[in-house]
């Protein structure tokens, strides 16, 4: 087994892992963190293949992802503020306008 | 020339749509009615000079006219094409459709004044004619059909023709219906022919059959299959229970299709396929049978029957089947020469009843007339020459025809036999018997009449008592023409066997006997207060019932077959097809519908969790068959 | 060579003992901690990989603006609320055996050989190398970025603002 697989397998789980947080988390900033952890998975298996391949053009996507993962960061968590503002809870089952 | 043949079809249709579509449009009642009466005239008219052309060229000629319309259809390799025929039986019947036809029509100019569907009546009745002028000028029995089931048509709309009373409205469907049920065997018949000669050209079949090699199919059959159509179209037991009824319609209309025209449409049809018959002795005799059975019985209803019309109409039915007599034992030409005379005098018969009707206001009820001889005298004298001619009494038309009917009948070699004839004289007798009645009880005898009738009572029209004189006349001298020496090349009679022949004067007189018998009967019973007959009638009275109920006839088909049918509609067809099963399916595949979008519905409840669950399950599959695919 | 996939064994463990953590703690301020440690330990990663730039910048982005951010908020909403005692929703064993199978798919699909890794690959992921690719080559992403970021900003403002307004 070597470096790549190796990582490759990292960033699976890392990614799986965020996703089941998504899943079974209740709190919405938990949430918001696990979609956090998802990006970092597929960051790291772009790295790890920009690295491979010996181009750059993976580097650079990876930065582009932590722009927008900021930027996303930033619209996400004021929504998540101004929602806990009208209810007064962070539990995601309390959203549930948009049922049926 | 050969255009001819198809003008004098198309002009009555010409009629009907002018009347139909621009009848009650040309602006002001009283133009309507005369442009209707005038065009709705004229052209029956027309073609009946056309068709007197083409007789004397048909005798210039020899040879019989034939005209190739157009090709209908062409369905594999067999094509279906329109065209006429015009040899002597088709002149015969194409001058009696056309002549009479016309001064049927004309009749109803008085008759029919003042009715508020003044122009449709005139459409109808040219739409008749043009159905019933397909059906004996068509060459092949398809054109013929789409006649036969025309003048059905016809018919139906013609006898419900004031339909805003359910009784009439019913009456028009049952003509149709029982006319439809005939049209069954009719079907069978020609996809018989069809089959065994892939054409239904009426002379080609027929030479087939007179051919030295018999065809494939047996005459019986297709002559069995093709009579059940004429018992429909001519009311033959089983299928005579419309006509008594279709006497709903209006009397001119009882008179053209019900007693000249329509009905004896089965009479040429069989007469038209001689070939087949002549070769199907057992399909002859069912038709003898059939046609003396019918004769009997519905001239004992006659003798009971209470409204003008109705006795007429089953006088009809009885002469009608006489005439099948005739074709039964092979003497077509002879049943030919009864439809000419008996489109004379019943026509007459039935046009001098409507006048009747007409002066005493709506009355059919003979028991509510009487003493009107002097009263309506043009009326009486053509009702009674029309009686006569009718009865047999020489030297009137009826006479000659119905002497030679009896004759053959007696003595033909292909069927003739004793029963035959006398079963056909004693139908005979009771028709002049029961005809003399119906004279007695409405022209002689101290009035019945209520005094508002009785007062009103006047003569009808020239109009219609020209019409009678006409046919007066004919009914008297139509006995000399000479239509069976005239069919006799195509249509031979049957060769009587030498040792029967002495037997032909007997015969007469005992015709002419019968004839003066029902007359002196007729006097005997019902002249003056018709004492003799109410009691003769009260000591019968079982039979006196049977006879004025039709033998129940109409309600044993409603038992039967009315009323299984209808169960059969009701709750097989309509309460478990109709709404179980198509209703229930369509129900259940709506229902199922919502109880699906229900079930999908339940998928968004608005949980984040569940939609991010439903992203995993859905990157799954799509890895998985990614995996399996790539 | 060996501490080097020793540290890279570590780092790894660390990522993934992290992303554990994430899941299992319960105030929502240690699930930031754990999420920081995960960071930096692929920070960690990145560098041993030899891609120094983004090393350096996942540090600063994600865990010195992005997570700041977080605890930020976290502790703005310091809020008693039932997602405390209650961590798991009612999905957590479908959630569990769903992501279990995708990740053992996912994992099992990339079960593959591979080719060895190229020696020496640290210099073309030099800040000299990454800046001429992003500034020749990818300028155009580099300036969309830049709007994006000053419409994250506008945009953040505008909904605060927005609902501030309605409801004032």
């Known amino acids: 087994m070597d470096k790549t697989q190796f990582l ?3 960033s699976l789980v890392l990614f799986s892992i965020g996703l089941l947080g998504l899943i079974v988390r209740r709190n919405l900033l938990v949430m918001l963190m696990c979609m956090e952890l998802m990006l970092n998975g597929v960051n790291l298996s772009l790295v790890t293949f920009a690295q491979r391949g010996g181009n750059v053009e993976g580097a650079v996507m990876v930065f582009l992802i932590f722009i927008v993962a900021a930027s996303e960061i930033a619209i996400a968590i004021p929504i998540v503020l ?3 503002r009208h209810r007064r809870t962070l539990d995601a089952g309390a959203y549930t306008d948009l049922k049926g | 020339m050969s255009d001819l043949l198809g003008l004098i079809v198309l002009l009555p249709l010409a009629g009907f749509l002018f009347n139909g579509l621009l009848g009650t449009r040309l602006g002001g009642e009283r133009l309507n009615e005369t442009a209707v009466n005038v065009v709705a005239c004229a052209l029956p008219g027309l073609s009946f000079v056309l068709t007197l052309m083409c007789f004397f060229q048909l005798e210039a000629s020899g040879k019989p006219l034939i005209e190739a319309t157009y090709t209908w259809a062409t369905i594999g390799g067999q094509r279906f094409e329109v065209g006429f025929w015009f040899d002597r039986l088709s002149a015969v019947m194409t001058l009696v459709v056309t002549g009479v036809g016309t001064l049927i029509h004309i009749y109803s100019i008085g008759y029919m004044h003042g009715d508020k569907s003044h122009a449709r009546y005139f459409a109808y009745l040219n739409l008749f004619l ?26 139906y709309l013609l006898i419900g023709f004031w339909f805003d009373d359910p009784a009439k409205a019913a009456a028009g469907k049952k003509a149709f219906i029982t006319n439809r049920i005939g049209d069954a065997g009719f079907l069978v018949g020609m996809f018989l022919l069809w089959g065994t000669f892939g054409t239904l050209d009426m002379d080609t079949i027929n030479a087939g059959f007179l051919g030295p090699k018999a065809p494939a199919v047996s005459a019986s059959l297709v002559g069995l299959a093709l009579f059940i159509g004429a018992c429909g179209k001519s009311a033959q037991i089983p299928l005579h229970v419309w006509l008594p009824d279709a006497m709903a319609g209006p009397t001119p209309v009882s008179a053209l299709i019900h007693a000249a025209t329509m009905v004896t449409a089965g009479i040429y049809l069989v007469a038209r396929m001689s ?7 057992e399909a002859s005799a069912v038709v003898a049978a059939i046609g003396v059975a019918t004769a009997f019985f519905a001239a004992t209803i006659a003798v009971a029957q209470t409204d003008i019309k109705k006795v007429l109409a089953y006088s009809t039915v009885s002469q009608l089947g006489l005439m099948f007599v005739a074709l039964g034992v092979g003497a077509y030409a002879v049943a030919i020469f009864h439809v000419v005379t008996h489109a004379f005098f019943k026509a007459c018969l039935f046009l001098g009843s409507g006048s009747v009707i007409h002066a005493l206001g709506g009355e059919q009820d003979i028991r509510k007339m009487g003493g009107l001889a002097k009263k309506i005298p043009i009326t009486f004298v053509t009702f009674a020459i029309a009686t006569a001619a009718i009865a047999g009494i020489p030297p ?17 070699p292909h069927g003739g036999a004793v029963w035959l004839w006398a079963l056909a004289s004693a139908a005979s007798l009771m028709t002049s018997f029961y005809m003399f009645r119906l004279l007695w009880l409405t022209f002689f005898g101290a009035s019945r009449m209520t005094p508002e009738v009785e007062h009103h009572v006047h003569e009808s029209p020239w109009s219609m008592t020209g019409v009678l004189i006409v046919l007066a006349l004919l009914s008297a001298v139509g006995g000399f023409i000479p239509v069976v020496h005239y069919l006799e090349p195509q249509w031979p009679l049957p060769a009587v066997p030498e040792a029967l022949h002495h037997h032909e004067r007997n015969l007469i007189f005992v015709a002419v006997a019968l004839a003066f018998a029902g007359l002196a009967l007729a006097w005997w019973f019902f002249s003056g207060d018709a004492s003799r007959a109410t009691r003769v009638r009260e000591r019968l009275a079982g039979v006196h019932r049977w006879l004025t109920n039709k033998y129940y006839i109409d309600e044993l088909y409603e038992a039967l077959l009315g009323r299984p049918l209808t169960w059969l509609s009701d709750r097989v067809f309509l309460q478990l097809g109709d709404r179980t099963l198509i209703d229930g399916t369509l129900h259940a595949l709506a229902a199922g519908a919502q109880r699906g979008a229900a079930a999908f519905g339940a998928l968004q409840a608005g949980s984040l969790h569940r939609y991010a669950l439903y992203v995993v399950v859905g990157a ?11 | 060579m060996i501490i080097e996939d020793l540290l890279l064994l570590l780092f ?14 319960r105030h929502p301020m240690r699930v930031a901690l754990a999420l920081i440690a995960t960071m930096i330990s692929l920070g960690g990663i990145y560098g041993l990989l030899g891609v120094h730039v983004i090393a350096v910048f996942q540090i600063m982005i994600y865990v010195g603006a992005v997570m700041v951010f977080m605890v930020y908020a976290i502790m703005l909403l310091d809020v008693r609320d039932p997602s405390f005692t209650e961590r798991y929703s009612t999905l957590l064993w479908p959630g569990v055996a769903a992501c279990t199978v995708l990740a053992g ?4 699909a990339a079960w593959q050989g591979q080719a060895p890794l190229l020696k020496g690959a640290g210099d073309a992921f030099g800040v000299q190398a990454f800046s001429v690719a992003f500034l020749d080559r990818y300028w155009l992403y580099f300036e969309l970025t830049s709007v994006l970021l000053v419409v994250a900003v506008l945009a953040a403002v505008a909904v605060v603002k927005l609902r501030s307004a309605r409801r004032g």
């Open chain 1, 82 to 84: 101004l929602l806990v």
């Open chain 3, 105 to 108: 798919v996912l994992v099992g």
């Open chain 2, 275 to 281: 070939g087949i018959y002549s070769h199907a002795p």
């Open chain 2, 620 to 630: 799954l599959a799509a890895v998985l068959w990614s995996l399996r695919h790539g």
């Open chain 2, 130 to 155: 043009f159905f019933m002028l397909l059906l004996v000028l068509g060459r092949s029995l398809l054109v013929m059909f789409v006649g036969w089931e025309g003048v059905g048509l016809a018919s």
């Open chain 3, 12 to 25: 790894a463990s660390a990522a993934v003992a992290g992303a554990v953590l994430m899941l299992v703690l």
């Open chain 1, 8 to 10: 490759l397998w990292v």
């Open chain 2, 396 to 412: 009137l038309a009826g006479f000659f025809s119905k002497d030679e009917i009896l004759w053959f009948a007696f003595a033909s």
